[in-house]
């Protein structure tokens, strides 16, 4: 089994695209993470790679999965600590995800999604991840007409019930009120 990572430094001048900061939410959760079974990851639904470019600095191997081909391409290659050493690589992974992830099963110490609508996915995500993996997911906001895509109460839960341990969850309730959607933090390791 591979040390534990330590957070090393994330490297904001990495020449890579940037399109913001890692969500505080995520960077958060690192503060619990330990011991995880493998440094291959996935960034799902990476967009420009804020948590990809993270996690590479952390030394994770990050699978960049979006169907965005430009954007992966931008950031895939390799990211260096503060002492200008290599700690991680992205790698770019081209996929429509409605039709599921494209990894082999029980592959990923760690796996993030965010601000992505990962209605039916989670189980695809149990089954990437391997025994003691974690698993980071956070939907957008419920702004203008977002709620559409977003969970209802209880069903991301739900789906985290079994095969997870949960370390943090929480939900926020989106207008419009009967719609009871809500959008959803959730922190949980692979049993
Ligand atoms: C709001 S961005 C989030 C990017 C990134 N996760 C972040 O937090 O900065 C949503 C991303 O989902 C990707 N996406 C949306 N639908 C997708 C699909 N069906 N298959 C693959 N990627 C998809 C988009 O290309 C976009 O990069």
């Known amino acids: 089994m591979p040390a534990p990572l330590r957070p ?3 490297d ?3 020449p890579k695209s940037l399109d913001g900061s890692p969500s505080p939410f995520v960077l ?3 503060n619990s993470v330990r011991n995880v079974p493998s440094n291959l990851a996935a960034d799902v639904a990476c967009g420009y790679g804020r948590h990809a470019i993270f996690l590479a600095s952390l030394g994770y191997n990050v699978a960049c999965i979006d169907r965005d081909e430009d954007a992966i391409l931008a950031i895939s290659g390799s990211t260096r600590n503060a002492n200008g050493e290599v700690s991680g690589h992205t790698f770019a992974v081209r996929a429509d995800l409605s039709l599921g992830v494209p990894l082999k099963t029980a592959c990923l110490g760690l796996l993030i999604a965010v601000h992505y609508p990962m209605l039916d996915l ?20 419920g702004q203008g007409g977002n709620w559409r895509q977003l ?7 739900t789906q985290l019930q079994f095969g997870f341990e949960l370390i943090r969850y929480a939900e926020r309730r989106v207008r419009p009120a ?9 922190f949980a390791r692979r049993q």
């Open 8 to 10: 090393l430094h994330y």
């Open 178 to 186: 009967g719609a009871n959607a809500v959008s959803v933090r959730g």
């Open 151 to 157: 969970p209802k109460a209880g069903y991301i839960r």
């Open 28 to 30: 958060n959760c690192f």
């Open 12 to 14: 904001m001048t990495a």
């Open 122 to 141: 989670v189980p695809n995500f149990e089954a990437l991840l391997m025994p003691g993996g974690y698993i980071i997911l956070e939907t957008f906001g």
